[in-house]
């Protein structure tokens, strides 16, 4: 069954450090997202990504993030100067909108900031 | 804004027993979708039911079923007939259809006793 892969699995960084998620959709699907989850908390919602452009984004989505899908298969979130508060575990999903918005999630990457 | 309220942080059941973990929501849409997802331990969000608002059928899956009750903004999961690996986070979601996100309540965790 096609899944959503995401790597590293977990990935530690000095505080100022850029960091890169890399993530690899489900062939197939057209929309493409990144959430994250601190610790504890519940999973936000940081972006949407259709035909090469944003087409959603949260309040958390400030200018130190920035998305990217540089080929035909990889979709990556990078961070320009990585604080504490980033350290979270950050999801990558997919889904096709047809019939419905539901997104298909990958195992998550676990960044930890020092 | 759209809110999900998971008023349960935590539920217990017993192995073949049947579950009930409460959602409700709030949105001004006339269109939108509704979700549970599983993450166990491993953290990964897997996509457990939907629900189109529109739909008046309940949906169900297998052991999992919902009571959407579209007046009272409710959207309870009902799992049947519990097993060891249902034990999880579970978290309610919705999305409309005038934008990409999900929004995530704060997610209910299930344990499951023998």
């Known amino acids: 069954e096609p899944e959503v892969t995401q790597t590293p699995s977990h990935q530690v960084t000095q505080m100022g450090q850029e960091v890169i998620l890399r993530c690899v959709p489900i062939?197939?699907?057209?929309?493409f997202y990144w959430y994250r989850q601190i610790l504890g908390q519940k999973v936000e919602f940081l972006v949407s990504?259709?035909?090469?452009?944003?087409?959603?984004k949260s309040e958390i989505f400030d200018d130190q993030f920035s998305v990217e899908r540089p080929d035909g298969s990889n979709f990556t979130l990078k961070i320009r100067s990585t604080k504490l508060e980033d350290s979270a575990m950050y999801f990558c999903?997919?889904?096709?909108?047809?019939?419905?918005?539901?997104?298909?999630f990958g195992q998550g990457t676990r960044l930890t900031v020092v | 804004a759209q809110t999900v309220t998971q008023s349960q942080p935590e539920m217990s059941v017993q192995e073949a027993e049947t579950v009930t973990l409460s959602c409700t929501y709030d949105?001004?849409?006339?269109?939108?979708?509704l979700f549970w997802y599983k993450q166990p331990p491993s953290r990964q969000m897997i996509l457990v039911i939907r629900?189109?608002?529109?739909?008046?059928q309940n949906a169900t899956e297998n052991r999992f079923s919902v009571n959407f009750q579209k007046a009272a903004k409710s959207f309870s999961l009902k799992i049947s007939d519990s097993q060891l690996g249902d034990a999880a986070m579970y978290f309610c979601?919705?999305?409309?259809?005038?934008?990409?996100?999900?929004?995530f309540g704060k997610g209910t965790s299930l344990l499951v006793t023998p």
């Open positions: 979601a919705l999305n409309s259809n005038s934008g990409y996100a999900l929004n």
């Open positions: 990504f259709y035909n090469n452009e944003i087409s959603e």
């Open positions: 629900q189109e608002a529109y739909k008046q």
């Open positions: 999903a997919s889904g096709t909108y047809i019939g419905g918005p539901e997104a298909f």
């Open positions: 062939s197939n699907h057209l929309y």
């Open positions: 949105t001004s849409e006339s269109d939108y979708y």
